[in-house]
């Protein structure tokens, strides 16, 4: 079971950080926040307790990339098939989440 935090930065009266020590204490795995809030300082901040990020809403390849470049987790997409050619832009960068291998 893995729990995520679906917010936005309107909605964290006390800041990034505080959340970012909140779930961390909570056992969260990951917080998920609109493509637009993302910055890879929030990105590191968050990395930094432990906590993955998420980016929702990103429908441009535009936004897929920056996502991915500032280190992003996961990206959640009306458009498969444009995050699946961002994703080959970065191929050396990752790895299958699901190994075929049997590992």
Known sequence: ?????????????????????????????????RQQHWTGGLTTLFHRFDVLCFGWDAQHERQIARLI?????????????RMVAVVATFAGDFRPAVSDEGD
Do not use: K
């Open 69 to 81: 470049d500032m280190g992003i987790d996961a990206v959640y997409s009306d458009f498969v098939d």
């Open 1 to 33: 079971m893995h729990l995520v935090n679906s917010t936005s930065l309107d909605a964290l009266p006390h800041g990034p950080e505080r959340r970012a020590a909140e779930l961390a204490a909570a056992r969260i795995d990951a917080i998920n926040l």
